[in-house]
């Protein structure tokens, strides 16, 4: 399968735990994103890496977010001491190294659930 | 006001109908366009660019305005397969890279 992957697809966590998401993009991508998906809502940015490097981070990313990707492969999203408004879709996707790409492709996502 | 507004619908519409979508963007040196279909409970995936020439892909032609900042989807002969949300995106590059920013999705029910 050459298409981004990511996991868990579903995580019910309690109110308070850490969790983390992993995202492995298509290999020859070497930029990649996180979106955030609420219901009845697009995708909104969270954050962007070219290579290892994170570039752009969304104001939605509050402190409790962090995300890597530390050898320029794979990709996590960490979320800490989780709260209720956090239950969303995870979105992850790449893109190949060219400037006006035709669009990204995603990944199936990571459901979240806090309870 | 969102960078990308799009009637939410739902737009209920029978077998066959003609049926069309529009989005404005708010960032005028947005570059490039798209639309992207996304079933209930899956990830996005691209549906076609967009060009200001227009463009076609079967029965979906696609149509940007940007002097008006006006994007649009014309969907002829609608299938109940088509039945899905329609999410209009634009991009932006920033210096660090593209950005796509989504709209909210126009809802498309095809019935019978």
């Known amino acids: 399968d050459t298409g981004v992957s990511q996991n868990p697809r579903h995580k019910i966590t309690k109110r308070g735990q850490n969790v983390t998401f992993r995202c492995d993009p298509i290999?020859?991508?070497?930029?990649l994103y996180w979106y955030r998906q609420t219901l009845g809502q697009g995708p909104e940015f969270l954050t962007y890496f070219q290579n290892e490097a994170q570039l752009e981070k969304s104001r939605l990313l509050s402190d409790r977010f962090s995300a890597e990707r530390p050898k320029g492969s794979f990709s996590t999203l960490e979320i800490q001491r989780t709260e209720q408004g956090d239950s969303a879709m995870y979105l992850c996707?790449?893109?190949?190294?060219?400037?006006?790409?035709?669009?990204?492709?995603f990944g199936s996502g990571t459901r979240l659930t806090v309870v | 006001r969102k960078e990308v507004e799009q009637d939410p619908g739902p737009f209920n519409v029978p077998e066959g109908a003609t049926v069309a979508f529009n989005c404005t963007y708010s960032?005028?040196?947005?570059?490039?366009f798209f639309w992207y279909r996304q079933d209930c409970r899956k990830e996005p995936k691209l549906l076609m660019s967009v060009y200001s020439s227009g463009n076609e892909d079967g029965r979906f032609t696609a149509q940007l305005n940007r002097a008006s900042q006006y994007i649009s989807l014309l969907i002829r002969d609608s299938k109940l397969s088509d039945s899905a949300t329609y999410l209009c995106?634009?991009?932006?590059?920033?210096?660090?890279?593209?950005?796509?920013?989504f709209g909210t999705g126009t809802q498309l029910k095809v019935e019978l």
């Open positions: 996707a790449s893109s190949p190294p060219l400037e006006n790409t035709n669009g990204y492709t």
């Open positions: 290999s020859e991508h070497n930029r």
């Open positions: 960032n005028s040196a947005s570059q490039s």
């Open positions: 995106v634009v991009n932006l590059f920033t210096g660090g890279g593209n950005k796509l920013t």
